[in-house]
């Protein structure tokens, strides 16, 4: 039985990457967030707009508040400044409501720490904003969501996040990494030879793992899961009992890089040359 929950489990959270990614691909041309034409809702009318913020980068901790519905996503760029894209939806049972709202709903930036506030969400008046936010390849991130997911692509930096409800894609990142999310599954791909940093060091519960790194990677990797299928596909020696946690080196390791999960099978995928 425990064998049947870990791979539904996993194929659910397979699903819900393809969603987060879907969403994360974009029709605007200075980013990927846009307003999703489909939104809907057979009580309450919608209303969505995209604002625009350029902040200076201070270099201290950017710190990102999805806070209720919101998600989160992170890239790296190569100007000295940041771009935060903000998305806000409200729903109402009018369009003029609706529109209302959204002038009540505030973006606030200040000390490098992005969250939105507005009016207490009911029954018949609702608002939630999700972010894609540009910052220097070299950042530190404090990254939160509640029903959403967390994307961070092309950032090396201290970065911490921790997600409820919500699938966490990892691209290309480097430094100290540590994050969690309940009830979501992980995605991580790897460039590069190493891990250019301290660790990774992430956790799902609830959710699978599908982790790609280059067939030439060195690193140092544990994972494992309790309810769930566990499969590799680098060269593994094992001795002694074969459990459903693996720690061994990759190549001529390194860096520690750590994914574990409870409820959810683990993929580490080997990218080769051709792929």
């Known amino acids: 039985?425990?064998?049947?929950?870990?791979?539904?489990?996993?194929?659910?959270?397979?699903?819900?990457?393809?969603?987060?990614?879907?969403?994360?691909?974009?029709?605007?041309?200075?980013?990927?967030?846009?307003?999703?034409d489909n939104w809907s809702s057979e009580r309450l009318v919608g209303h969505c707009e995209i604002r625009e913020q350029t902040l200076p980068a201070n270099g201290g901790v950017v710190s990102i508040d999805g806070r209720q519905n919101g998600g989160v996503t992170v890239k790296g760029w190569d100007q000295n400044q940041m771009l935060v894209r903000a998305r806000v939806q409200t729903g109402a049972v009018s369009a003029a409501e609706a529109e209302e709202l959204s002038k009540q709903v505030r973006i606030e930036t200040g000390g490098a720490k992005i969250f939105a506030s507005g009016p207490?969400?009911?029954?018949?008046?609702?608002?939630?904003?999700?972010?894609?936010v540009f910052v220097p390849r070299r950042s530190d991130l404090s990254l939160d969501t509640h029903n959403g997911g967390i994307t961070i692509s092309d950032v090396n930096g201290r970065?911490?996040?921790?997600?409820?409800?919500?699938g966490v894609v990892l691209k290309r990142v480097g430094g100290t990494v540590r994050g969690s999310t309940t009830n979501g599954g992980l995605v991580v791909e790897l460039a590069g030879d190493h891990w250019d940093g301290e660790t990774l060091d992430v956790r799902t519960t609830n959710g699978g793992i599908v982790m790609s790194l280059p067939e030439n990677y060195s690193a140092h990797l544990e994972t494992?899961?309790?309810?769930?299928?566990?499969?590799?596909?680098?060269?593994?020696?094992?001795?002694?009992r074969i459990t459903k946690?693996?720690?061994?080196?990759?190549?001529s390791g390194g860096a520690t890089l750590k994914a574990m999960t409870t409820n959810g099978g683990v993929r580490i995928r080997r990218i080769g040359t051709n792929d």
Request: charged fraction near 15%.
């Open 1 to 36: 039985m425990k064998r049947l929950i870990g791979t539904s489990v996993f194929v659910v959270a397979l699903l819900s990457f393809t969603s987060l990614v879907a969403v994360a691909q974009g029709r605007d041309s200075k980013g990927s967030l846009a307003c999703r």
């Open 224 to 240: 494992g899961t309790v309810n769930g299928g566990l499969s590799i596909d680098f060269p593994v020696t094992v001795q002694g």
């Open 159 to 166: 970065i911490e996040f921790t997600a409820l409800n919500g």
């Open 120 to 132: 207490d969400n009911r029954n018949d008046a609702h608002w939630d904003v999700s972010y894609e």
């Open 245 to 251: 946690e693996l720690a061994i080196n990759l190549g």
